[in-house]
């Protein structure tokens, strides 16, 4: 049986709540087995440093990044997340059960 696969976009930045709702929601997906992908748009890629995030990582959850976003608002690449565009976001959205997002 296939596992079960959940995105979440995070587009607000870290002092914002979301951050907090974000991940307890994919830190209880990944807890049940869930394959979790979590994708940071536009001011949501100030998220990257978040130790929240990094956690997350170490969990076993997907990160990605918008490219253009991060490029905006000047945070280099680092091998903390794929750095990518619209197409991957589009591909996340059509191949997960549920895609949730937080702006």
Do not use: H, W
């Amino acid at each position: 049986m296939e596992k079960k696969k959940l995105g979440i976009l995070l587009s607000t930045a870290p002092e914002n709540k979301n951050l907090k709702t974000v991940s307890a929601l994919a830190q209880e997906a990944v807890r049940q087995g869930i394959d979790t992908y979590l994708y940071l748009i536009d001011d949501g890629v100030q998220n990257l440093d978040r130790p929240e995030i990094d956690a997350l990582s170490q969990k076993g959850v997907k990160l990605f990044l918008c490219a253009y976003g991060a490029q905006r608002r000047s945070i280099p690449t680092s091998d903390k997340a794929v750095f990518c565009g619209l197409v991957v976001l589009s591909d996340l959205v059509k191949g997960c059960d549920r895609f949730v997002t937080f702006n």
